[in-house]
């Protein structure tokens, strides 16, 4: 019940700050890029990757600053003097924002997609786009979680830099949420498995634990 | 046997860093009107954080009802917190507000609305209750902040600085809430830097400097205690340096000293000070523009009270 409560303040904040008006303009600005893609080699796998470029910003915008400045904010000394479990904050958060956030970079892509080829996107990187999406705002809410004051930047430096390491060769680039999402999307020479989706799931639920575990001690 | 105390402090402590906020406090309270009195910085903050459950202690205990706010839940049900600052959830209209935060006390949602309208009726915001927070004045945020700390029904209310940057009137009709509040059976503790905010609230007073407990009490003890020690008599006239003439051999004249314009009486006996001062001023014919004394405002009662006077 706190939970719906908290994603429900959390919902009406959003939309009245505008916060998720300037996400939809962000999300539609690829759209326009991808049409000049049209006639290049390799267009879907390019346009995937601006689809992949969007989930650098949008999550981090939408979820790591929401819930940093909440927790960073002093209006946290009332969430705090109630009787409420701490992970219900974060949970309440992504319940409220995560959709939001995989609706527009679902959203986003098809739109770019349909711009680049003219063709509707295959299902199988809608559903990419859409694990990838909600891990990217699992990951925010984490680092949000335990730098409040830095999250959003913190949270778009991490996936710059996952995206760098996706890109990889060698091994490493299995902590790489954005390669995991490649690979699922059949955008990348890798076959696609279920440790695929293991560790598209697994990366963002060990950020989520160290900053449930820091959040835990957090006093206002 | 369950204790009748509603808060036991027993030799907390709390820093930040190298800072102490809140230093070897022991101190009970079991009901009524408690004023922490103490300057800014003094770690009345820190305490009622403390109090609140937002806050874990460095050392010693802390307990409300039987337990310890930082980790019992059930413990933060019962208190109902309004901290200084005013950072609410500025896009919510003051209703969602209240409501909100109700229900996040434990309120059920078919509940909370109606107890988040009564509680912003009892604060005399019934009329704005659907604007947003936003565009209220600091005296509305401030009885906002009260609403949302008594929409859920608490038995301790913890009131940090309530009467800070309001307007006269808004101040008076406060404290008559506060007390009514106080009146219908909630412990509540209030903390201020001033003096007088306090003795319109209660006269139970806890005197708090540089993150210790100095005196507590009744208000008039506390002033008993000042009034064993030199008080400070400021007049500002047209001939400072007469005025010190007239008094400077009296027995009971500590010190005197000049400022711009005006002369700084201390004194062991006020009243006879005051007689004295009286006479002096009729008789060479003195015209006083302002008479005032220090030692009634609160830093200059910490000031005696932490020069070993005590």
Redesign the interface.
């Known amino acids: ?2 939970v719906v ?2 994603a ?2 959390a919902l ?2 959003v939309v ?2 505008y916060s998720l008006w300037i996400a939809l303009a962000i999300a539609a600005l690829p759209a326009p890029f991808a049409y000049g893609l049209r006639g290049e080699k390799g267009l879907l796998t390019n346009a995937f990757n601006i689809a992949l470029l969007l989930l650098a910003v949008l999550p981090p915008w939408l979820v790591g600053s929401s819930l940093g400045e909440e927790l960073d ?3 946290a ?9 701490r992970w219900k904050v974060v949970a309440a958060k992504l319940l409220a924002l995560a959709p939001i956030v995989i609706v527009l970079a679902v959203g986003s892509w098809i739109a770019i997609a349909h711009s680049a080829t003219t063709r509707w996107p295959p299902g199988v990187t809608i559903r990419a786009v859409a694990a990838c999406a909600f891990a990217v705002s699992v990951i925010s809410a984490g680092i949000s979680t335990l730098a409040p004051r830095q999250g959003m930047a913190l949270a778009i430096v991490y996936v710059m830099f996952d995206l760098i390491l996706g890109e990889l060769p060698a091994s490493l680039h299995a902590l790489s949420v954005t390669f995991h999402a490649r690979v699922l999307a059949g955008r990348s020479h890798y076959t696609p498995d279920a440790g695929d989706w293991l560790l598209l799931a697994a990366i963002p639920l060990v950020w989520l634990a160290i900053g449930l575990l820091r959040l835990r ?1 957090r ?2 | 046997m369950t204790s009748p105390d509603v808060i036991v402090a027993d030799r907390l402590s709390k820093w930040y860093g190298h800072v102490l906020g809140v230093s070897d406090v022991s101190w009970r309270m079991r009901g009524g009107i408690v004023g922490l009195l103490g300057p800014n910085g003094a770690g009345k903050s820190t305490l009622i954080k403390m109090m609140a459950g937002v806050a874990r202690p460095s050392r010693g205990t802390l307990t409300v009802f039987g337990g310890t706010p930082f980790d019992d839940p059930a413990v933060r049900a019962r208190i109902g917190y309004a901290p200084e600052h005013d950072k609410l959830w500025d896009e919510l209209t003051a209703l969602e507000l209240v409501a909100a935060l109700a229900e996040l006390a434990g309120v059920p949602r078919a509940r909370a609305k109606p107890a988040a309208e009564t509680a912003l009726d009892r604060m005399g915001l019934g009329d704005a209750r659907d604007r947003r927070v936003r565009g209220f004045s600091k005296g509305m945020r401030q009885r906002v902040k009260l609403a949302t700390a008594i929409a859920h029904d608490p038995d301790l209310l913890l009131l940090d600085e309530p009467l800070t940057g309001i307007d006269p009137v808004a101040r008076v009709d406060i404290i008559e809430r506060v007390r009514a509040l106080a009146a219908s059976g909630k412990a509540i503790v209030a903390s201020s830097h001033v003096l007088y905010e306090i003795e319109a609230l209660t006269s139970e007073i806890v005197v708090i400097y540089r993150g210790q407990v100095l005196a507590e009490g009744n208000v008039y003890e506390i002033r008993k205690l000042i009034d064993r020690h030199p008080h400070v008599i400021r007049v500002t006239c047209d001939r400072p340096r007469s005025l010190a003439e007239a008094l400077a051999g009296a027995e009971h004249v500590v010190r005197i000293a000049f400022e711009r314009g005006a002369v700084l009486i201390e004194t062991r006996d006020p009243d006879r000070c005051y007689d004295q001062l009286a006479t002096a001023v009729l008789d060479r014919a003195i015209a006083v523009q302002a008479l005032t004394s220090p030692d009634n405002n609160l830093g200059a009662v910490f000031d005696y009270l932490t020069r070993g006077g005590m």
């Open positions: 019940m706190t409560a908290l429900r303040v009406q904040r009245r700050r904010h002093r209006a000394t009332y969430l705090w003097s109630r009787p409420l479990a001690s006093e206002a």
